[in-house]
């Protein structure tokens, strides 16, 4: 029940610090206005952190695409299968090992555009779920033989994050065909979780040696000020010998200077007023 009631005083109380106490005052608008920068700085840092870091897995992936599909390009316009079945079907086998091998992944798919051929059919290879490869990027690719596309994905339900590339690859007397090539950004999304760990862990430790720093800086000037505010309120209520402590040179010993000096100028009028009270009440 004690506890309950000092939990229901606590606004009441901070207001009531608020109110009275200046260190507190300042050192609570410094640490705020602190973390609310910080927390501004860590933000915008760790977005740039995960556009540089997907911008650097993107060019890396399309490069390696691309260097797979002109290979394979190459390898089919050399190729001279003479319309015979069993060449186009092991240049085709070649061919889907060459694709592996050039793009580094092991999730491609390819597609037939157009009538389908014995030959040389469809295939997917790794665990590569074509129903991620929206339809939109499929067009493009079927619309344009001579440029790359790209778009990123979630590669499972897990939401495993993903780039799926996309471009036509030619075979002479054959037809066109669809490739698409599949890399995750396990790797970039680690390393931009540690990052943006990093910049928290940061962050808070920033935010607390500031407020370290605010208190120290508060203390050393509001101790002063209390210890004139103390000894004005003990002057004021008759206690005229009260003095404050004079510590070095800088304006709050000067402040403190010049405090005694009219502390005793007035403890000197007053005694002074004394002595002629009493001069006079002779003479009465």
Known sequence: ?????????????????????????TLSVTIVLT????L???????????????????????????????????????ADTQGDPAQIQRVWLGLRTA??????????????????DPAAQAYRVGEFDTAIISE?????????????????????????????????????QVGDFEVYYAYGLEGADQTLRFVQATLWVVGVALV?????IAWFVLRSVTTPIGEAAQTSAKLAAGELGVRLPVRGEDELATLGESFNAMADSIETQIKELADLSLVQQRFV
């Open 136 to 172: 939109g990027l499929r067009e493009k690719v079927r619309a344009d033989a001579n440029q790359q596309w790209w778009q990123s994905v979630a590669l499972d339900a897990a939401g495993t994050p993903g780039i799926v590339v996309g471009q036509q690859l030619i075979f002479p």
């Open 40 to 78: 501004i700085a860590v933000t915008w840092t760790a977005l740039a952190i995960q556009d540089d870091l997907f911008a650097s897995r993107r060019d890396e992936v399309t490069e390696q695409a691309l260097r797979a599909t002109a290979s394979a390009q190459t390898v089919l316009d050399g």
């Open 35 to 38: 973390a609310f920068a910080i």
């Open 99 to 116: 694709l592996q091998q050039q793009s580094s992944t092991d999730m491609i798919a390819t597609f037939r555009i157009g009538a389908s």
């Open 208 to 212: 607390l040696l500031i407020g370290g």
């Open 1 to 25: 029940m004690i506890w309950r009631r000092n939990w229901r005083a606590w606004p009441d109380n901070l207001v009531h610090l608020w109110r009275r106490s200046l260190r507190f005052r």
